[in-house]
């Protein structure tokens, strides 16, 4: 496993911010799921309707709310539903924002990105 050090080195390089904890398994989490970039601030236009059951976007639950998503595949998944705005594309979330970090268990919850019925 990779030390505290080498990890706070590879999410400088991929400028993604060091966790407050400052855990290892913290920075790990971010290396394993954040996309270097800037994140988003973003505010549902309608609440999801049940066609978005099962998809990530239900954990935003108020359209008055802000809310900051890092860059990451939920990110872009919840972008895709078409049900929110992009406000902003900063590094670090606003003091008023909601921060969705990604679960950890997301790729089992919503999928690791694959499509099984895409066409072959």
Known sequence: ????????????????????????????HRLSNWKSGDGYHVRLLRNPRSKHEGHPVTMLKDRDTLYWMPS???AEHIISSHIVLVLDRTNEPSNDAIVLDVPSDYDSRWGNGSNNSANS
């Open 1 to 28: 496993m990779a030390t505290k050090a080498q990890l706070t080195s590879q999410l400088k390089k991929l400028n993604i911010p060091i966790p407050i904890s400052a855990k290892a398994e913290d920075m790990q």
């Open 72 to 74: 990451s595949k939920m």
